[in-house]
């Protein structure tokens, strides 16, 4: 079980981009899907998690409002937009499957399976 994160890049402070989530070898629509981040120095940070019932999604406090989860199963892929974006939001941004309710989301220990992450660089 493996995913895959793309659609990093370099944005100016305010910008957007969207990130997407996607997985080859199994359906993602069957499990929780949950973003976190890791900057250099810094602790890994729980961001968003979608639940694979309902798509409800909960979000850590740091990025409510301005990120947005969603999942768009036929295409088996996992979306986080980012907006309003802030020169502290740069790091590698990885997508996993979450083992716990979404809700904990910021439960860093609960991510099950990830893959290779993508860079976002928020900077004028």
């Known amino acids: 079980v493996q995913l895959q994160a793309s659609g990093g890049g370099l944005v100016q402070p305010g910008g957007s981009l969207r990130l997407s989530c996607t997985a080859s070898?199994?359906?993602?629509?069957?499990?929780?899907i949950a973003w976190f981040r890791q900057a250099p120095g810094k602790e890994r940070e729980g961001l968003a998690c979608?639940?694979?019932?309902?798509?409800?999604?909960d979000y850590a406090d740091s990025v409510e409002g301005r990120f947005t989860i969603s999942r768009d199963n036929a295409k088996n892929t996992v979306y986080l937009q980012l907006n309003s974006l802030k020169p502290e939001d740069t790091a590698v941004y990885y997508c996993?499957?979450?083992?716990?309710?979404?809700?904990?989301?910021?439960?860093?220990?609960?991510?099950?399976?990830w893959g290779q992450g993508t860079l976002v660089t928020v900077s004028s």
């Open positions: 996993a499957t979450y083992l716990l309710s979404c809700r904990f989301v910021t439960t860093t220990q609960a991510f099950g399976s």
């Open positions: 070898d199994f359906t993602l629509g069957d499990y929780a």
């Open positions: 979608i639940s694979s019932s309902d798509g409800s999604a």
